[in-house]
């Protein structure tokens, strides 16, 4: 599969864990490479919608001076949006539990962009995903925290980690998509690069 790739060699732009677990899932062959300090910071008055898909555009260019010819990057950033607030990672337990607090009992989007780069050509776009959690208890928001520790995650939370077991109750979208990479829409557009 993916044969048209078989010129590129492909670099995931990441330190996340699921993130690689997820690439790795479709089957193609690919090596990791991070660089430490990117700036992930968005105009203020950038539409929420764009948010994830301009921080990824942003990542790649971080990359862009020491690719090579025969590389293909994947950068990506996902944002969780509640009430229109916009959610990176926690700073610290607090934090986490504020956001926790305000998915509890609620649907919010979580959008993933991606932004797939050559030296030749760059591909960008944006997959959301509904999540519906139920009503959080403190006492489940504190478990998950304190055993967890989502504190490298958007929104504070796994999908795939307990509070996601127990906690959501509905899901409109990609599952892999609130995980953290949409491989299902990356699929589809490596095979057209």
Not at 40 to 58: G, N, W
Not at 166 to 190: A, C, D, K
């Amino acid at each position: 599969m993916l044969d048209n790739l078989k010129n590129y060699r492909i670099i995931l732009a990441s330190n996340s864990p699921r993130r690689r677990e997820l690439l790795a899932g479709l089957g193609i062959s690919y090596e990791v490479r991070t660089l430490p300090g990117i700036d992930e910071s968005y105009p203020a008055d950038l539409p929420v919608e764009q948010i994830a898909e301009y921080i990824a555009t942003e990542k790649a260019a971080a990359y862009q001076k020491q690719m090579a010819a025969d590389e293909l990057l994947i950068t990506a950033d996902t944002i969780v949006v509640v009430a229109g607030e916009v959610m990176g990672k926690p700073h610290d337990a607090d934090d986490a539990r504020r956001m926790l607090h305000k998915l509890s009992n609620c649907t919010h989007q979580v959008i993933t962009g991606v932004c797939l780069t050559t030296t030749e050509k760059q591909r960008r776009f944006s997959v959301k995903t509904d999540v519906t959690f139920k009503a959080l208890t403190d006492e489940e928001i504190d478990y998950y925290i304190t055993h967890y520790r989502p504190f490298d995650k958007a929104g504070a939370y796994g999908i795939q980690e307990w509070i996601g077991y127990i906690g959501v109750t509905g899901l409109n979208g990609s599952y892999f998509n609130v995980m953290g990479l949409p491989v299902q829409r990356i699929y589809t557009e490596l095979s057209s690069f």
